[in-house]
């Protein structure tokens, strides 16, 4: 038994997220948490491309009949993706972060939110592995001025209104917060899932689906709050997150860093007007990433841009437009991958995958 589950942890480290291996053994607890030794067993017959069953069953050298409904009721419980198109079904592997844990959110523990939190800081080791990351930072809408060079994809507001199916959903971050004590009260419907995650979301009765105008108020209301947006990183995104620095475990971690803007993939970083900033220290309030602090003399805002990740929200607060975001230099510049697929083929060549 002990075997099926270092053999999927394994098969979990080799996907673009990763799974390390510790010396606590925390990774199997949550395995053992999350998957029953025969659903161990066939996640390890799964690749991350759809595949139907009778190509798995090969695989995995059982009779289709006897799998089929055990693949089914691991895609409802969030262990694999399943996919129903035309009445077709089909299944893949999921990988740890971002995927089987996000799709814990309904499904939550004391117990496994510890495991979780005691296992985070060996996957954020993975984090500078790559240089594509899954997720980027765009800057709010409300601190996008003319001088930027800013793309479609860039854009938070016309990133939605591509969408026509969009379907928000709880916060897994903020939500396993809240349960063990240590919540920030901020918003917890803060994920917006696109087109066929919608789906799949929907499917498994996680979630809400929304309009696209409900979808920008959310925005809104987390820019109030002091939430970074972050997309999938690509040109067309299946996910927008609206993150917080207390709560958001890739947040909290890159804060900790010495230099957050060289992990995150960002084109923009703050710059303040010396003659306009009145030393209010509203933006030093609102930033994530403690990027900036009032000089000596506690009367101008300075930017460390190597903590600044461009999201923008130091902007909305300012009251005298001291602050703005300006552009990378154009060889700081990140164009992201066209699709997820893109990203995470990306993901798997930077770590050597293949």
């Known amino acids: 038994m002990e075997d099926v589950y270092k053999k999927l942890a394994v098969h979990l480290d080799n996907t673009p ?23 161990a067993e066939l996640d390890l017959s799964l690749v991350m491309m759809p595949e139907s069953c009778e190509v798995i069953a090969k695989r995995a050298n059982k009779n289709p009949d006897q799998i089929l409904s055990m693949l089914i009721e691991m895609g409802q419980k969030g262990l694999i993706i399943h996919v129903n198109r035309d009445g077709q079904d089909s299944f893949m592997l999921a990988q740890f972060v971002v995927g089987i844990w996000e799709y814990q959110v309904n499904r939550l523990t004391p117990e496994l939110i510890q495991d979780f939190n005691e296992y985070v800081p060996e996957l954020m080791k993975t984090l500078d592995k ?38 928000v959903a709880p916060c897994i971050c903020r939500k396993e917060h809240t349960m063990v004590g240590k919540g920030c009260g901020k918003m917890e419907e803060a994920c917006l899932i696109f087109g066929s995650g919608a789906f799949i979301y929907e499917s498994r009765g996680i979630g809400r689906t929304i309009t696209q105008e409900e979808a920008i108020d959310i925005v809104k209301k987390g820019v109030e709050q002091g939430l970074v947006a972050q997309p999938s990183n690509s040109v067309k995104p299946i996910n927008i997150c609206l993150c917080c620095d207390c709560c958001c475990q890739i947040l909290s971690n ?25 030393g209010c220290q509203a933006c030093e309030d609102i930033c994530p990433m403690d990027a900036i602090e009032m000089d ?9 841009i190597d903590r600044c990740i461009g999201c923008g929200l130091c902007v909305t607060v300012c009251e005298f437009e001291a602050m703005a975001l300006k552009d990378k230099k154009d060889e700081e510049r990140w164009e992201p991958p066209q699709t997820i697929v893109d990203t995470y083929m990306n993901i798997a060549k930077e770590k050597g995958l293949f």
């Open 296 to 304: 000596e003399a506690n009367t101008v805002a300075t930017v460390d």
């Open 17 to 39: 997220g990763g799974y390390p291996e510790t010396e606590s053994g925390v990774e199997l607890r949550i395995l053992k948490r999350l998957f029953t030794p025969q659903e």
């Open 254 to 278: 890159i804060k900790k860093t010495q230099a957050p803007a060289k992990i995150v993939n960002s084109n923009y970083q703050a710059a303040v007007d010396q003659d306009l900033c009145t």
């Open 130 to 167: 790559s240089k594509t990351q899954q997720l980027r930072v765009v800057p709010v809408t409300k601190s996008v001025n003319t001088e930027l060079n800013i793309m479609d994809h860039e854009h938070l507001e016309e990133l939605i209104k591509t969408q026509s199916k969009i379907l």
